[in-house]
């Protein structure tokens, strides 16, 4: 019973994210974990976080083998499942003690604060956090950054949990059939239901859906040219990927000469729109140069650059109509298995595919904040969205709006691309700033400070939008406090799992005392 249940809490989390977006259901997997540790060991705990973390990541994480097989999606899920070992673990020591759900709805928050920075600088998919942009527990990023929403979510949860979990733990174990009173359980399910009651009030002071309110406004142009096809060789054909985004942006500058459309003061291109280095290449550089003085405004484009010596760079460059290439960011977190090879020879002894990818990206060094026609945005590149310090530290230097570039091809028809944006949600309303996700192939979206998206793009189809956006310059609460809220939480919680442990080192020593008795209550109420 314990398996089965540990099974649909993992289900109930993937069916939270996109593309089904059954944002309650997320508390779903922090309320059955929380019911099937409750009084086990330390050992059942792992492995029952195990079996969860495995029914979650496993279909969440389908689009990573689409194109190169089914030992890198398996491994990465299992990889990843294994923090949910350590959380069962640590749940079934703090459930134990008084005000368990508190210390395990932390342990969530830490659970992912690990997998975020581990191994290979870690791998944020899938955070609690991120499935809630329609939902109350949303607005809590204004104030503690995802860290928070998910410790909401997770609280709800285990609060709930505390209701059913003693009865429920002792069946499970063939022991007692004794229920809570219903007082006790009326007023766990209240405390339960003021969590996402004070996301609803949150809700109030957050900026709202206008784009040009806020701050001084700018016209931006985004363009998603799209891609002669998916997967893995979407670049075979490498300069129709740059045509594709010149030709958009041509159209789009003889709509403005035309009086159609508001001649834009910035204009973003998506990474990989040049994966010719137009540092080298004349022609790209010339094909780009076109497309900047015909639309007459600086191109935020997104190229491939060959070079430092055997490296690549993956970098954002603001190409200016006059002068050309200025300011670029080189993206500071390649994606590992992806854009580097670590232990190649290795991981060559599982799979010859890593040598698909021939030449590893070299890593930038300074946060992606570029003036681009005197605005000031914010540049992190595909993956980097779903690492809180690298969008952080973008808004700390000054970032009145925030860019995703980001190339999906690689995912095809997958979810990927909608999970992706979902993080771009929340990451608006953590720093209140309006974000633009630029994608070659889709899904490209405008979203608004408060987390709504205003105008997006369909999968492997051209698209253009211009719009008057605020630079907004106000912080919040969670740019203020940075990794504070994570590593409170984080660190409380890690606390209670040290003192449960010191409590059962008591336990045992009272046990093979004599004179003392021992307790035949078994574990304390939640």
């Known amino acids: ?170 069946r499970l174990r063939r022991g007692s059939d004794r229920s809570p009173s219903r007082l006790r359980r009326a007023l766990t399910c209240a405390a339960a239901a003021i969590v996402p009651a004070l996301g609803l009030l949150a809700w109030l002071p957050l900026p709202g859906s206008q784009l040009s309110e806020g701050g001084e406004p700018t016209t931006v142009a985004l363009v998603q040219g799209n891609v002669p096809r998916s997967g893995l060789d979407f670049n075979a054909q490498r300069r129709a990927v740059l045509d594709n985004h010149v030709q958009q942006t041509l159209e789009l500058a003889e709509r403005v000469d035309g009086g159609g459309t508001p001649r834009p003061d910035v204009v973003i291109w998506p990474e990989n729109s040049s994966d010719i280095d137009p540092y080298q290449n004349p022609d790209a550089a010339a094909a780009i140069d076109r497309a900047a003085r015909a639309v007459d405004a600086p191109i935020l484009i997104g190229a491939v650059l060959d070079g430092p010596g055997r490296y690549l760079t993956n970098a954002g460059i603001v190409w200016d109509p006059v002068t050309g290439p200025g300011e670029r960011y080189a993206k500071r977190h390649p994606v590992p298995f992806g854009e580097y090879m670590p232990a190649r020879s290795f991981f060559r002894l599982f799979s010859e595919q890593v040598d698909l990818l021939r030449r590893d990206f070299l890593p930038g060094t300074e946060p992606g904040v570029l003036d681009v026609g005197g605005v000031r945005l914010g540049d992190v590149i595909c ?14 230097g000054g970032a009145s709006l925030l860019v995703v570039q980001t190339n999906n091809a690689t995912f095809g028809y997958t979810a990927e691309s909608e999970q992706q944006l979902a993080m771009s949600r929340l990451r608006a309303i953590e720093h209140g700033r309006t974000v633009l996700v ?13 987390g709504t998206v205003v105008d997006r793009s369909e999968l492997f189809m051209p698209y253009v939008f211009v719009g008057s956006l605020a630079q907004r310059t106000q912080t919040t609460t969670a740019t203020r406090m940075g990794a504070v809220p994570e590593a409170a939480l984080a660190g409380l919680s890690g606390a209670a799992v040290l003192a449960a442990l010191a409590t059962d080192r008591r336990s045992r020593r009272a046990r093979t005392t004599p004179e003392h008795s021992i307790d035949e209550e078994g574990p304390r109420d939640l």
């Open 383 to 396: 993956f980097e969205v779903a690492y809180d310090g690298l969008v952080s530290d973008v808004v700390d």
């Open 1 to 170: 019973m314990a398996l089965l249940l540990a099974v649909i809490g993992g289900l109930a989390l993937w069916l939270a994210f996109p593309p089904f977006d059954l944002w309650p259901l997320a508390a779903v997997g922090p309320l059955l974990l929380m019911l099937v540790v409750f009084g086990r060991s330390a050992r059942g705990g792992a492995a029952l976080g195990m079996v969860m973390g495995s029914a979650f990541f496993l279909p969440l994480l389908t689009w990573t083998g689409v194109f190169v097989g089914d030992l890198p999606w398996v491994a990465l899920s299992l990889a990843q499942a294994a923090f949910f070992a350590l959380m069962g673990t640590g749940a079934a020591l703090v459930s134990r003690l008084p005000a368990a759900p508190l210390w395990a709805a932390g342990l969530w928050v830490a659970q992912e604060a690990l997998r975020s920075r581990l191994p290979f600088g870690g791998f944020p998919w899938g955070r609690l956090g991120f499935s809630q942009a329609d939902g109350p527990f949303a607005s809590f990023a204004a104030y503690g950054g995802v860290p928070l929403v998910t410790f909401g979510v997770a609280l709800t949860g285990t609060t709930l949990a505390a209701s059913v979990a003693r009865p429920v733990g002792r």
């Open 438 to 450: 630029a994608a070659t192939s889709g899904i490209s979206a405008v979203v608004a400070p408060d």
